[in-house]
């Protein structure tokens, strides 16, 4: 007597798992549609300035302001004037690239002051590092002493000036993997 392989029943066994694999699927990419995108502003000086136009091309959700040659003390002295805006713009997550015109002796009060000030609207500080080639030792020790997710510093080639990336556009690259991963 010759028996027949049940393929019915594989067939329907099979179309349960691909539809129950189909939710599973359906159901988890909605989940991360659904979630709140991340909001990201850019605070600083002219590094800012150079990175806020290249990263308005790499996020989708960002805000940024940037004055040339201004310091820590500097940003902090013009609160509320600099970035009035971004309370109400509620990020989730503030870039700050301030601390090369602090000059060889920052003040890491400075530092400290400005990171509970964004975690005062609810925003997590990344901090960027100053390019690879420019010296600025004491910066990096008060940036090190903020516990905060930095972004490592460029090895970007520097303009003619010594202090500026030639093109913003690959540390602007960098700056937004750290971000991604925040």
Known sequence: MARSFPWKAVAAGGAALAALGTAVLVGGSSKKKSATPQRIAL????Y?????????KLLPTFQYEGHVGVSTSGWLNHTPSYAAWLPGFRPTIVIVSL????GNAPDPANYHALVQALHGIGARAVWVEPPAGVSAPAVRDAIAS???????ATQAPLA???LHPASYGPWAREVAQVVARA
Do not use: F, R, W, Y
């Open 146 to 152: 903020l516990g905060v997710q930095t972004v490592p």
């Open 99 to 102: 601390g090369v015109n602090d």
């Open 160 to 162: 003619s000036d010594g």
């Open 48 to 56: 800012a300035v150079g990175l806020g136009p290249e990263l308005s």
């Open 43 to 46: 605070i600083g000086d002219s």
